[in-house]
């Protein structure tokens, strides 16, 4: 069984690499760019940051690949029933949180979904310690639910809500993004998947 897995695993491999296009593509660093943000992505990592300042402010943009699961496959067609589904049309709901610090005074964090070439907002939550916005320990996590989150988005007035809209978009969070963030996904999903694939094998034969 070790060999036929080796061997298959192997054929998935060389599939993946002969259809894999090893240079970056110009869209991330067109993004990068165009839009002041600085892009930290660890391999074997599924959580992709980016970074940016804003006046004395410090914008971050935190999203998982994971997203992809989320991917909208459509209908099922009746069966002997031909149907010719267009990829570039297929979206899929990203979340990202948004973490705006300012020295001394706190953070924001906005969850956000992008879809559609739109970045949506859900909440808005404000931290007085800016530790707290970021920091993935357990203490920090069970601080944070102890604190008041604020009303949920879509019951704000929608003057606020507006508002809102327009604050994140001065700061970069707006459709350049919203259309970036599935495509990164991709690109990176296929990066891991490949390395995936030749970690597993390496480990099978050894």
Not at 158 to 163: K, V
């Given at each position: 069984a070790d060999n036929e897995l080796v061997h298959k695993l192997h054929e998935e491999l060389t599939y993946e690499k002969e259809n894999e296009d090893a240079s970056q593509p110009p869209f991330i660093q067109e993004f990068l760019e165009a839009n002041s943000f600085k892009l930290e992505d660890k391999g074997?990592?599924?959580e992709v940051t980016l970074t940016r300042s804003f006046g004395n402010e410090t914008v971050t943009v935190l999203f998982s690949i994971s997203d992809i699961n989320n991917a909208d496959e459509g209908f099922l067609p009746?069966?002997?029933?031909e149907v010719e589904v267009d990829e570039d049309d297929v979206s899929f709901p990203v979340r990202a949180s948004v973490t705006i610090e300012k020295p001394?005074?706190?953070?924001?964090t906005i969850d956000t979904v992008a879809q559609d070439g739109e970045m949506s907002v859900e909440s808005v939550m404000f931290y007085k310690d800016a530790k707290l916005a970021k920091d993935a320990s357990a203490e920090s996590d069970w601080q944070r639910r102890g604190l008041y989150i604020g009303p949920q988005f879509a019951e704000l007035d929608e003057g606020?809500?507006?508002m809102f809209v327009t604050y994140l978009e001065e700061r970069g969070i707006n459709a350049a993004l919203a259309t970036f963030l599935p495509d990164y996904i991709e690109f990176k999903e296929q990066k891991e998947y490949t390395q995936w694939l030749e970690n597993v094998k390496k480990f099978v034969e050894a």
């Amino acid at each position: 069984a070790d060999n036929e897995l080796v061997h298959k695993l192997h054929e998935e491999l060389t599939y993946e690499k002969e259809n894999e296009d090893a240079s970056q593509p110009p869209f991330i660093q067109e993004f990068l760019e165009a839009n002041s943000f600085k892009l930290e992505d660890k391999g074997g990592s599924d959580e992709v940051t980016l970074t940016r300042s804003f006046g004395n402010e410090t914008v971050t943009v935190l999203f998982s690949i994971s997203d992809i699961n989320n991917a909208d496959e459509g209908f099922l067609p009746e069966e002997d029933v031909e149907v010719e589904v267009d990829e570039d049309d297929v979206s899929f709901p990203v979340r990202a949180s948004v973490t705006i610090e300012k020295p001394g005074q706190g953070a924001v964090t906005i969850d956000t979904v992008a879809q559609d070439g739109e970045m949506s907002v859900e909440s808005v939550m404000f931290y007085k310690d800016a530790k707290l916005a970021k920091d993935a320990s357990a203490e920090s996590d069970w601080q944070r639910r102890g604190l008041y989150i604020g009303p949920q988005f879509a019951e704000l007035d929608e003057g606020l809500q507006t508002m809102f809209v327009t604050y994140l978009e001065e700061r970069g969070i707006n459709a350049a993004l919203a259309t970036f963030l599935p495509d990164y996904i991709e690109f990176k999903e296929q990066k891991e998947y490949t390395q995936w694939l030749e970690n597993v094998k390496k480990f099978v034969e050894a």
